[in-house]
C-alpha cells in the first residue's frame, strides 16, 4: 500500500482507518488517537464504530483523547481495554457556547492499556518544579534487621513527575484542522507511552500533529486520515524545512 507522504521518520495514509489500519499489518508501541466525538451535526464528526477493537489489534497501550460524554456514551465500545488514568487538558480559552453550563476550558485524553500492566512502556516525563520540595523520601523504604528506620539519603534534582492537568494552549487560528491539538500536549503523552525509536500510531491523522510532535520527540509514527484536503495540509506540514 502507498503512502500519501512518507520520510524516513513519518507516513500518512489516505482513506478509513478501518480499512487501512488491518491492510498495515503493523505493531505499534502506542495508539494516539483523537476521533470524532459525534457531538456536532457537521459532516466529519462521525463516530468510526469499532475503532477501538481495531486499535487493540496493533497495540496494548493508547491515549484517547475525548469528552466525558463521549467516553461514557462509547464505553462498551472499550470492552477488552483497562483504563489506567486521565489527563486534562486545560485550555487558555473556552470552546463551548451553552449558556446553562460552566464554559468548557478542558478536553480528557485517557489511557487504556491490554495484558500486564509491568509489560507497558510508561514512563512519566518529569518537569522543573515551580515550588519548594512538598515531600519525599525522608527516611528508608522499610525497617532494619533492628527494627529502627533506617535514614535515606536523598537529593532533590528539582524535577517532579509531570501533573495530570497540563496547561498548553490551543492553536484557534492558526490550526489546519478544526479540532487540532497542539504538539505541546502531544508530546508529554507520547514520551509516557512510547520509548525513543519506538512507534506511534495516529488512526486520525488530521492536520499530523501526532506526526510532527512524534519525530520531534525522536518516535517513529503512522497516521491514517480519511479526509484528502486534511491529509494533503498534513503532508504539505510534514515536507516543510521547519517543523511547526
Known amino acids: 500500500m502507498d503512502a500519501y507522504y512518507q520520510d524516513d521518520e513519518v507516513a500518512l495514509y489516505l482513506g478509513d482507518m478501518r480499512e487501512i489500519l488491518p491492510a498495515l499489518d503493523l505493531k505499534a508501541d502506542l495508539v494516539l488517537a483523537d476521533p470524532p466525538y459525534a457531538e456536532t451535526s457537521l459532516a466529519w464528526d ?44 486545560e485550555k487558555h480559552n473556552g470552546s463551548g457556547f451553552a449558556k446553562d453550563r460552566f464554559r468548557r476550558v478542558h478536553e480528557h485524553a485517557l489511557h487504556w492499556y491490554r495484558g500486564q500492566w509491568r509489560n507497558i512502556h510508561h514512563e512519566v516525563p518529569r518537569v522543573p518544579a515551580t515550588g519548594g520540595h ?29 501533573r495530570s492537568v497540563i496547561k498548553a494552549r490551543s492553536m484557534h487560528h492558526a490550526a489546519i484542522h478544526p479540532t487540532e491539538k497542539p504538539v505541546s500536549i502531544l508530546d508529554p503523552l507520547i514520551r509516557y507511552g512510547c520509548p525513543e525509536g519506538g512507534l506511534v500510531v495516529d488512526p486520525f491523522a488530521g492536520s499530523g500533529s501526532t506526526l510532527d510532535a512524534a519525530r ?29
Open 216 to 244: 520531534q520527540a525522536g518516535r517513529r509514527a503512522i497516521g491514517i486520515e480519511a479526509y484528502e484536503p486534511y491529509a494533503e495540509a498534513a503532508a504539505k506540514r510534514l515536507s516543510a524545512l521547519v517543523l511547526t
Open 46 to 89: 462521525r463516530w468510526p464504530d469499532g475503532w477501538p477493537t481495531l486499535a487493540a489489534t496493533v497495540t496494548s497501550s493508547m491515549w484517547c483523547f475525548g469528552s466525558m460524554r463521549m467516553i461514557l456514551n462509547r464505553r462498551d465500545q472499550f470492552a477488552g481495554w483497562r483504563l489506567s488514568q486521565d489527563i486534562v487538558w
Open 134 to 162: 512538598q515531600g519525599g523520601p525522608s527516611s528508608a523504604a522499610g525497617p532494619s534487621h533492628t527494627g529502627a528506620i533506617a535514614p535515606q539519603q536523598w537529593t532533590d534534582d528539582g524535577m517532579r513527575l509531570m
